[in-house]
Nanobody, 120 residues
Framework: QVQLVESGGGLVQAGASLRLSCAAS????????IDWFRQAPGKEREFVASISKTGLITSTSESVKGRFTISRDNAKKTVNLQMNSLKPEDTAVYYC?????????????WGQGTQVTVSS
């Protein structure tokens, strides 16, 4: 059974850093692009970052550009989201999702999410 498991969330103060990880099992990992999303209470799910199957192409949303970096290790079947200079508005549940096609083409698998809370 394919699983995506996020980890690394927690409670930090504004300005701190966190590193989220998305680990895959039972998946030919290099066949999937991986995206990160987040959802804050009462808000819609928001795209955060994306990385291609090979890791050569990445993108981040304007709200996190310059602060968050996405990377992947296909040998370890993991994708990391390095989050620096965290702000209270980054507080949300963060999810990773795997897609076999391009961005916007739908997602094959989702993780269960990890909570990130940034205090002011």
């Amino acid at each position: 059974q394919v699983q995506l498991v996020e980890s690394g969330g927690g409670l930090v103060q504004a300005g701190a850093s966190l590193r989220l990880s998305c680990a895959a099992s039972e998946l030919t990992f290099s066949n999937y692009g991986i995206d990160w999303f987040r959802q804050a209470p009462g808000k819609e799910r928001e795209f955060v970052a994306s990385i291609s199957k090979t890791g050569l192409i990445t993108s981040t949303s304007e709200s996190v550009k310059g602060r968050f970096t996405i990377s992947r290790d296909n040998a370890k079947k993991t994708v990391n989201l390095q989050m620096n200079s965290l702000k209270p508005e980054d507080t949300a549940v963060y999810y990773c999702a795997a897609r076999s096609g391009g961005i916007g083409g739908g997602y094959d698998y989702w993780g269960q999410g990890t909570q990130v809370t940034v205090s002011s």
